[in-house]
């Protein structure tokens, strides 16, 4: 089992599909630096080679936000509406629904935190 940006892979999958798993892929960019890099999307994780590997950390650290910095950053905009004290930064802080939805009959996690 290797790892790639602090993402682990799965060796048995083909590298278009291990590669959007990692946090920040998506298809697209999981095939575009498949086609920087010349390698097939049909190639297992376990048949690349340690060469292949490296290139694909070294593209990926200089690209893109993955893994680690992006639920970093994540957690900064968060804690920034937190502290500025907006509607959405107390809802987070409460654990209640965000974007609005039906509290009432719904959000049973929501429920079991205020009748404690």
């Known amino acids: ?10 060796p048995d999958e083909q590298v278009r599909i291990a590669s959007t798993k990692m946090d ?19 190639i297992k994780m376990n048949e690349l ?4 590997i490296d290139q694909i950390e070294q593209m990926l650290s ?3 936000v993955v893994h680690w910095e992006l639920k970093r950053g994540e957690r ?6 937190i502290s500025i004290s907006r509607y959405l930064g107390i809802r987070h802080q ?5 974007r609005g939805q039906r509290t009432h009959t719904n959000a049973r996690t ?3 935190l205020i009748r404690k």
């Open 24 to 42: 920040g892929i998506g298809p697209q960019k999981a095939m575009k630096f498949r086609y920087r890099l010349g390698i097939s999307g049909n």
């Open 62 to 64: 200089q690209d893109h």
């Open 110 to 112: 929501f429920r079991k």
């Open 1 to 10: 089992m290797s790892y790639i940006s602090g993402a682990r892979s799965v």
């Open 76 to 81: 900064a905009d968060i804690e920034r509406l």
């Open 94 to 98: 409460d654990g209640s629904p965000l």
């Open 49 to 52: 080679t340690k060469y292949q």
